[in-house]
């Protein structure tokens, strides 16, 4: 039987401290829960509930320009839509998979401006309906609350200018480094407005992918130059709260660790095995003042024998004094059945305990 909280828990582990057991902690695709409630998940409730998984409650606030959200085209494969960043997207319906962007409305420094003068914080930004009808609830089911802020390579890249910006790195540095303080300012902000009005967190989030297979999407003195000011800047906010930081950037980040060990990063996630991560390096070079998430290759879940094995092999170095949450290397795909999950929750459990 489990002894504590996820929230006791995790905070015993971000601290290196050992606890009941590691928390087990992931995230299904939308299609993957489709296929579980076919193969028996209740669809009421959250499903981490229902499966034993450690809950992580994420709070978002909205620092986008707020274009104008509009259904272009719907089909039963797919729709086409424009997203409150101003890009145009299409979306498959009931599959998996990245939405192909087709248009972006910020492409220069002039477009771009346009775009900042919509980026102003109003309480209007903030889900407080969401707030007002669960926070209770999960302050007393002793879930851990992450507050997220949303700036830096991935945002700017993915959801708001595109491949331009990559010439923009190399040729007009400064409009880069104006779109992630102003994006990291708003979410600030916000996440502000939010702690002052009595919804505290547990610790802060955010999502900056910097790497692909194999390699990065810039070298470090270039994200020297480029991020790691607002990265350093949302660390020392964070940490001003007294709130851990948990960084997800996915691919082969290696040579960006050192960088946010130098920050003070309490928690890096999902040390991509596939894209060349190495779980066991890290944690021989970092363990002493980071901790780790994932690094169980989703792939082997195609072969659940070996997927237990990879577990049996990484838990028991990666638990040794706290710092660890077991989960998978990017995220749990539709190819993965309900009773194959539970397995592997079960297992995680088991070679985590530390009594």
Avoid at 22 to 36: K, N, Y
Avoid at 136 to 141: G, L, T
Avoid at 250 to 275: H, M, Q, R, Y
Avoid at 298 to 315: F, K, N, Q, V
Wanted: net charge negative; with cysteine; proline share 5%.
């Amino acid at each position: 039987m489990d002894r504590m909280s996820t929230r006791e828990r995790i905070g015993r582990i971000l601290a290196h401290r050992e606890a009941d057991r590691i928390p087990v902690a992931d995230i299904p695709w939308a299609t993957t829960l489709e296929r579980w409630r076919r193969e028996g998940l209740p669809a009421e409730g959250d499903w981490e509930d229902h499966l034993g998984v450690d809950k992580i409650v994420v709070i978002t606030a909205d620092n986008s320009p707020r274009y104008p959200e509009r259904v272009l085209e719907e089909t039963d494969r797919y729709r086409v839509y424009t997203s409150r960043w101003g890009v145009t997207l299409r979306e498959w319906r009931h599959a998996a998979g990245t939405p192909h962007r087709e248009a972006f409305t910020v492409q220069d420094p002039d477009s771009w401006r346009k775009a900042k003068e919509r980026m102003t914080p109003s309480p209007d930004r903030i889900d407080w309906a969401r707030l007002q009808a669960n926070w209770r609830r999960w302050r007393e089911e002793g879930a851990w609350i992450n507050g997220s802020l949303w700036f830096g390579f991935e945002v700017t890249y993915s959801h708001f200018v595109g491949v331009p910006l990559f010439l923009a790195m190399v040729e007009e540095p400064e409009w880069v480094k104006e779109m992630a303080d102003t994006m990291l300012d708003l979410s600030i902000a916000l996440m502000e407005m939010i702690w002052e009005a009595g919804y505290h967190f547990d610790g802060v989030q955010w999502w900056n992918d910097m790497g692909y297979k194999g390699a990065q999407f810039m070298s470090v003195a270039m994200y020297r130059d480029l991020f790691k000011p607002a990265d350093q800047r949302a660390v020392e906010w964070a940490h001003s709260k007294g709130l851990p930081v948990m960084y997800h950037s996915c691919g082969n980040v290696t040579p960006f660790v050192s960088e946010w060990a130098d920050l003070g990063v309490d928690l890096l996630n999902p040390l991509e095995v596939k894209a060349g991560m190495d779980p066991l390096a890290l944690k021989a070079q970092y363990g002493d003042k980071m901790s780790f998430w994932g690094g169980l290759d989703a792939r082997l879940y195609d072969d659940p024998e070996a997927m237990w094995a990879e577990m049996e092999r990484l838990i028991p170095v990666m638990k040794e004094g706290g710092g660890y949450i077991a989960g998978t290397d990017h995220s749990v795909p539709d190819s993965v059945s309900l009773a194959v999950f539970r397995e592997f929750v079960a297992r995680a459990k088991a070679l985590g305990r530390y009594d």
